[in-house]
């Protein structure tokens, strides 16, 4: 039976599902102020005195670097700098009786005025003592130069805010402890992410680690890294010999767990009369949140270098910036900095368009890379026109392009190859075992695993087991994100495949399947790979829009290029599942803070989470290509979400005759002037 039937049957098992004779429950006590002094703590079985440890990040965008005093500890240490950041724990044999204990806990804070606004950062005191400045990144990419006087300048200040991760298992994890090795059962995209993680925050030998994934009910970028809770249960689980569980609620979730997006740009883009870019000067600021340990160090630098989109750009400036907040610390959110670098230089070149009364799509066409080159920003950008000519004729552009409620992105979506993957193949017993470093959270990878080894080896589907990340049975490995297990996981286990039959054929003579399932074999791979690849999409939407401003998404086509299809019904998977979650940041899912930082969601019926009936017509399109790997596949996890923002806001524009440069776009902004 398929992993995906299984879920279907309600027969999957997740992190909530394990029980354990003796388990404690965890629980926190958290922040109620965003920015405080702690002044006393009682009635906590755990505070900082005994849990001395601090979060190392591993994973996609992770950094490791930046002063001490920054780094998020696992519980709260003398102040606090969100709302939610965990200060205390409490546990009990009865999870319900955990919960009560969190109410029985008090915590006296002296509360200071927060950093909420991350331009308002850069102007304020520093957040902490010996920090020269609230930017903990600050850096210049490009080249300063002089822009013709003749050029048109068009100037933005574009926002795209912070919005939740929202998976529909929240995190969660159980750690035992035998008194030698620890081993804990965890919801993630890596396994030896984790295994790293806990491995630097405990200063525990690796090998005396083991990390399982079980069913993972979806990801997106948050359970790729390390939390503060499961150090806290892990710490415990040593402290008392017993099996420890914590899982977070949806309120946890939206308070404390890692939000993605919250960058604003300002932006000047330079061109000729007759649409030819010319030049791009600004800064992209990224809302880092109160510590590291996050995506923040790495998210201005990757935004800023993608800037040029898929266009030919001779020159650019561009300033990145992190900067602390009184906010949980920002994290990877399906794209991790490709949307948001997509979103600010499409919708300068929206506003290009109208400025000079031409056609978006033909301005689109003048500037597309007529060959691949390295930008000023640093970044390899491919020969795009070809792609932006046949996605025009594959969308029926010219079907839509007078209308006064469409709207059309171009994209270029980098993976995240670079690192490479592991995969191991254990043939035993008739029957092969697969475990790889990228571990599926809903993307199906068992299906295309046993379709390659189908093709490499013969191997009929039904005697393949793809098997759930376990650091005990996979020497080394990097995860499942950034569009990548579909290029490096898979090459991995090709590459593997491909030694297995060396093998066969050195013993025997040559490869037959028979030989392979009467013997045992056993290989190893990490299939290398250092150079970043890329690919390129399209999207058209249309929309309507109800005599109350709301807006109705009718259409949402999507024309990308993913390389050799590996699976065609897990690619339109993907492809509306990100064009949701597209919609989602467009339309409804901001998570809103006040001037105090305290947040305006907090629970899932008012996070602005798509509902089905809101769901669009989807038209799904695909380029032939191939890539230079073994899998001949490219990404496509993220095209999606970068894309889909770009068109919706564009069409909303249109039908509204309002500038849209912010995600999401607040409900009251589009009232009609008489309902306003």
Same mark, same amino acid.
């Given at each position: ?12 098992? &997740?992190?909530d599902?394990?029980?354990? $004779?003796g388990?404690?429950?965890?629980g ?7 920015r ?5 703590i009682?009635g906590a079985q ?9 979060v190392?990040?591993?994973?996609e965008?992770a ?14 240490n003398?102040?606090v700098g ?7 724990a *409490? =546990? ?29 950062s ?11 400045s609230?930017?903990? *990144?600050?850096? =210049? !990419? ?13 100037e933005?200040?574009? %926002?795209?805010?912070r919005?939740a991760t ?7 994890i ?11 059962w ?10 790293g993680g +806990?491995?630097?925050? +405990?200063?525990?030998e690796?090998?005396? %680690? ?8 979806g990801?997106?970028g948050?359970?790729?890294?390390? &939390?503060? @809770? ?18 977070e609620?949806?309120r ?6 890692r ?8 932006l ?7 649409g ?9 600021i990224?809302?880092?949140g109160?510590?590291?340990?996050g995506?923040?160090e !790495?998210?201005?630098?990757? %935004? ?23 906010k ?5 959110y399906?794209? /991790? ?14 506003g ?6 031409m ?5 689109r066409l003048?500037?597309a890379?007529k ?5 000023p ?9 070809? !792609?932006?000519?046949?996605a ?8 839509y392009r007078?209308?006064?409620n469409?709207g059309?992105a &171009? ?10 993957e ?5 043939? #035993?017993?008739?029957r092969?075992?697969v ?20 093709? #490499?080896?013969?191997?009929p ?22 569009s990548?297990?579909s290029?490096?996981?898979?090459s991995?286990?090709i590459? /593997?495949?491909?030694?297995i039959k ?6 025997h ?7 392979l +399932? ?7 791979e990490? &299939?290398k790979?250092?150079?970043t690849e890329?690919?390129?999409g ?9 005599s ?5 998404v ?14 065609l ?6 492809n ?10 467009? +339309?409804s899912?901001?998570?809103?803070f006040?001037?105090d930082?305290?947040p305006?969601?907090?629970s ?8 089905a009936?809101?769901? $669009?017509?989807?038209?799904?399109k695909f380029?032939?290509s191939?890539s230079?790997l ?7 996890? @993220? ?13 909303i ?7 849209i ?10 009232? $009609?002037? @008489?309902?306003?």
């Amino acid at each position: 039976m398929e992993l995906s039937e299984k879920l279907v049957r309600g027969e999957g098992r &997740f992190v909530d599902d394990i029980q354990m $004779p003796g388990m404690l429950y965890l629980g926190f006590a958290r922040s109620q102020y965003a920015r405080a002094k702690i002044l006393k703590i009682s009635g906590a079985q755990l505070t900082h005195k005994e849990v001395n440890f601090e979060v190392v990040e591993v994973g996609e965008g992770a950094t490791t670097g930046g002063p001490a005093a920054l780094s998020h500890p696992v519980l709260a240490n003398g102040h606090v700098g969100y709302v939610g950041q965990p200060v205390a724990a *409490v =546990y009990s044999d009865d999870r319900y009786v955990a919960e009560d204990l969190i109410d029985s806990v008090e915590i006296e804070y002296e509360p200071m005025k927060a950093i909420v606004d991350p331009e308002d950062s850069l102007k304020r005191e520093v957040m902490y003592p010996g920090v020269k400045s609230n930017a903990i *990144v600050d850096r =210049y !990419f490009g080249k300063e130069f002089t822009p013709d006087p003749s050029d048109i300048v068009i100037e933005r200040k574009i %926002i795209n805010r912070r919005i939740a991760t929202n998976p529909i298992e929240p995190r969660g994890i159980v750690a035992a402890y035998d008194g030698h090795k620890l081993t804990v059962w965890v919801s993630t995209q890596s396994a030896h992410s984790i295994k790293g993680g +806990l491995s630097e925050a +405990l200063k525990m030998e690796p090998d005396r %680690i083991r990390v399982v994934q079980v069913d993972t009910g979806g990801a997106f970028g948050l359970k790729g890294g390390l &939390f503060p @809770e499961y150090v806290v249960a892990c710490y415990l689980a040593m402290k008392e010999r017993r099996p420890v569980k914590w899982i977070e609620t949806r309120r946890e979730h939206l308070l404390a767990s890692r939000p993605g997006r919250g960058v604003v740009a300002n932006l000047k883009l330079y061109a000729k009369k007759d649409g030819t870019i010319t030049g791009l000067k600004g800064e992209v600021i990224v809302d880092n949140g109160a510590f590291t340990g996050g995506s923040g160090e !790495f998210s201005p630098m990757f %935004i800023a270098r993608q800037l040029a989109g898929a266009y030919y750009l001779p020159n650019a400036y561009v300033r990145a910036v992190s900067v602390l907040t009184n906010k949980a610390p920002q994290g990877p959110y399906r794209g /991790a900095g490709r949307p948001e670098a997509m979103y600010f230089i499409e919708r300068l070149m929206d506003g290009l368009a109208d400025k000079l009364k031409m056609d978006p799509v033909a301005l689109r066409l003048i500037n597309a890379a007529k060959e691949t080159y390295t930008s000023p920003l640093g970044m390899q950008v491919e020969k795009s026109r070809q !792609f932006l000519e046949s996605a025009i004729k594959e969308l029926n552009y010219e079907k839509y392009r007078d209308r006064e409620n469409v709207g059309f992105a &171009f994209l270029i979506l980098y993976h995240a190859t670079a690192g490479g993957e592991s995969a191991r193949i254990k043939v #035993e017993n008739g029957r092969l075992k697969v475990w790889t470093g990228g571990n599926a959270h809903g993307q199906r990878h068992d299906i295309f695993i046993k379709t390659l080894l189908k093709e #490499e080896l013969g191997v009929p589907e039904d005697i393949v087991d793809v098997l759930k990340g376990d650091t005990d049975q996979l020497e080394d490995g990097v995860g499942a994100w950034g569009s990548r297990s579909s290029m490096v996981l898979s090459s991995a286990v090709i590459v /593997a495949a491909g030694k297995i039959k060396e093998q066969i054929g050195k013993k025997h003579g040559k490869y037959t399947l028979k030989a392979l +399932l009467e013997g045992k074999w056993d290989e190893y791979e990490f &299939f290398k790979y250092d150079k970043t690849e890329s690919s390129l999409g399209a999207n058209l939407v249309t929309v309507d829009m109800d005599s109350y401003g709301r807006v109705i998404v009718k259409e949402c086509l999507s024309y990308y290029d993913i390389g050799r299809i590996l699976d065609l019904d897990n690619a339109k998977g993907q492809n509306a599942g990100g064009a949701v979650q597209g919609i989602g940041q467009t +339309l409804s899912e901001e998570l809103a803070f006040d001037e105090d930082g305290l947040p305006l969601i907090t629970s899932i019926s008012d996070a602005g989470v798509l509902s089905a009936d809101l769901v $669009p017509k989807f038209g799904i399109k695909f380029h032939k290509s191939e890539s230079p790997l073994p899998s001949k596949a490219k990404g496509i996890g @993220e095209a999606p979400t970068i894309g889909v923002p770009i068109a919706l806001s564009r069409a909303i524009e249109k039908a509204t005759g309002k500038l849209i440069v912010e995600t999401p776009i607040r409900p009251e902004y589009l009232l $009609p002037e @008489e309902k306003a």
